[in-house]
T-cell receptor, first 114, second 111 residues
Framework: DTGVSQDPRHKITKRGQNVTFRCDPI?????LYWYRQTLGQGPEFLTY????????KSRLLSDRFSAERPKGSFSTLEIQRTEQGDSAMYLC????????????FGDGTRLSIL | KQEVTQIPAALSVPEGENLVLNCSFT??????LQWFRQDPGKGLTSLLL?????REQTSGRLNASLDKSSGRSTLYIAASQPGDSATYLC??????????FGAGTQVVVTP
């Protein structure tokens, strides 16, 4: 068990650019979640997958955001035409299908928009 | 709409004192409640998970209680240590598998 891995750890980009983040979950976990956290707040749910199926998306996930989990293993989160308000920590978590098992979080990708 | 509130927002105690952190939620239709720890610039570490049918969970110096009917949970940390300094977050899991978090309590334990 190597834990949830996220890449990159930090991303600095200019407003209007596209960015993509990657998450590698714990290998035997079927569920994968994306959250966004701003300073002084708790994480906010964005979307989650069970295997390769995207089961739910938050209203926070505007049309500029897209997430994929093509083979039910790693996932990517892409933000197109980034805006200042997208600056945040993007956290990925994974868990087994049993909802009474805790979600395991990665260390996140910190996005800064110049 | 579920709302999760944590009080206090920040707490400072001398080493050795017990810590009491509070969490309240507005919708009692939860699947479970989880407590996490977050160190600066890091992800979240799961501390305790209480299923909706349970009243409490214990792990070492940590004990968490759940009163679903009143929408409250309390995390107790006995005999605090400087290494316990961190932000503690509670979150409720709904039937769709989404976690809804509070804003956290920032704890400082002074030597």
């Amino acid at each position: 068990d190597t834990g949830v891995s996220q890449d990159p750890r930090h991303k600095i980009t200019k407003r209007g650019q596209n960015v993509t983040f990657r998450c590698d979950p714990i290998s035997e976990h079927n569920r994968l979640y994306w959250y966004r956290q701003t300073l002084g707040q708790g994480p906010e749910f964005l979307t989650y997958f069970q295997n390769e199926a995207q089961l739910e998306k938050s209203r926070l996930l505007s049309d500029r955001f897209s997430a994929e989990r093509p083979k039910g293993s790693f996932s990517t989160l892409e933000i197109q035409r980034t805006e200042q308000g997208d600056s945040a920590m993007y956290l990925c978590a994974s868990s087994p299908t049993d909802s009474n098992q805790p979600q395991h979080f990665g260390d996140g990708t910190r996005l800064s928009i110049l | 709409k579920q709302e999760v509130t944590q009080i206090p927002a920040a707490l400072s105690v001398p080493e050795g004192e017990n810590l009491v952190l509070n969490c309240s939620f507005t919708d009692s239709a939860i699947y479970n409640l989880q407590w996490f720890r977050q160190d600066p610039g890091k992800g979240l570490t799961s501390l305790l998970l209480i299923q909706s049918s349970q009243r409490e969970q214990t792990s070492g110096r940590l004990n968490a209680s759940l009163d679903k009917s009143s929408g409250r949970s309390t995390l107790y940390i006995a005999a605090s240590q400087p290494g316990d300094s961190a932000t503690y977050l509670c979150a409720v899991l709904d039937s769709w598998g989404k976690l809804q978090f509070g804003a956290g309590t920032q704890v400082v334990v002074t030597p």
